[in-house]
């Protein structure tokens, strides 16, 4: 196979560039490893019921993602979930104080974002096609992949999580490589844990200074129709937490973040009907308060990697990433 522009990841990054490229004119062909779009924009049918056990909402300040934002508004992609979030600190819970702008989710999940990017783009994504070994031939890029395909591109496009990129990248272009060691990101374990039907005075708590647990996700509260004899709540551990108990158990990192989601909502939550762990290992960048550019190299073959850790790790920040990247790429490729 051949193409102008080769993207590895279907992320909302990747997807988000594709759309610009494609725009542009420009041949493109995007790889995803896994059978589903959007990345960590992520939803599992639990049951048979929807459970977003990546990222839990967002939000929208950029103009252009506002303008996208009110459009998947319009088709009924998201709806406005909350406008205030719970916030535990001090050892005590408190009332949300801001509501100055809502928080996005989608009713069906949020892997609806990555559905809604990728479906307009047809066969030039191609699920479960995952690139074991990236070089450069005769001045154009050769990916393999694990099935033993070969695909030959003028220009690529890294969206994985920086040390995948990395590693795609530390035989055939050393120097992006090492430029990639200065965005390191945090695992995350998240538990979703199901219950009989209660009734909850929050969407969501946050709590970003906490040892153990940053997130109780009041995950029902997003489709209350779809959920109407249970309450399912998403906790994300803590990066310290979730690095220190990586080889724990399921059931020894569900009885941790149970306890403390107790402690913190006053709340009997230590016998949950049913479980389920997702170990992210890349899940926020460890520097996400700093945005930054695309990385860009135009040797020994044109060359840009991007993806949410260039704006905060949040969604609105993987899709500017990729407007970002396609623009990048555009540019050199003049």
Not at 78 to 95: A, I, K
Not at 191 to 205: K, T
Not at 255 to 267: C, I, K, V
């Amino acid at each position: 196979m051949d193409t102008e522009i080769l993207i590895v990841g279907a992320g909302l990054c990747g997807l988000h560039a594709a759309t610009q490229l494609q725009a542009a004119g420009r041949s493109v062909l995007v790889l995803e490893k896994s059978r589903g779009l959007g990345g960590r924009a992520a939803t599992r049918r639990w049951n048979n019921r929807p459970v977003d056990h990546g990222a839990q909402f967002f939000t929208a300040k950029n103009p252009q993602f506002v303008a996208q934002v009110a459009r998947w508004l319009e088709s009924g992609v998201c709806h406005e979930w909350t406008r205030g979030l719970h916030h535990f600190s001090g050892g005590q819970l408190h009332e949300p104080t801001d509501h100055s702008h809502p928080r996005y989710a989608c009713r069906s999940g949020m892997a609806a974002l990555g559905r809604t990017l990728g479906g307009p783009l047809g066969e030039i994504v191609q699920r479960e096609s995952k690139v074991s070994r990236l070089a450069v031939v005769e001045g154009q890029w050769q990916a393999t992949l694990e099935d033993g395909r070969l695909v030959r591109s003028r220009s690529v496009l890294l969206t994985p999580p920086p040390a995948q990129s990395r590693a795609l990248l530390a035989e055939s272009a050393p120097m992006a490589a090492q430029e990639l060691n200065l965005h390191p990101s945090w695992p995350c374990h998240a538990v979703a844990a199901c219950f009989s039907r209660m009734e909850l005075p929050w969407q969501g708590i946050q709590a970003p200074d906490d040892e153990v647990l940053t997130w109780i996700g009041h995950d029902t509260s997003k489709r209350p129709e779809l959920h109407p004899e249970h309450t399912i709540l998403m906790l994300h551990a803590a990066p310290g937490f979730s690095t220190t108990n990586a080889d724990a158990s399921e059931g020894e990192i569900a009885a941790a973040l149970l306890r403390r989601a107790s402690e913190m909502t006053s709340l009997d939550l230590h016998s949950p009907l049913e479980i389920f762990l997702q170990r992210w290992r890349y899940a926020l960048p460890t520097s996400s308060k700093t945005p930054c550019s695309p990385i860009a190299h135009t040797f020994p073959a044109p060359l840009v990697v991007a993806g949410d850790w260039c704006h905060g790790g949040r969604i609105e920040g993987a899709w500017m990433a990729g407007r970002d990247a396609a623009d990048r790429l555009l540019a050199i490729l003049r």
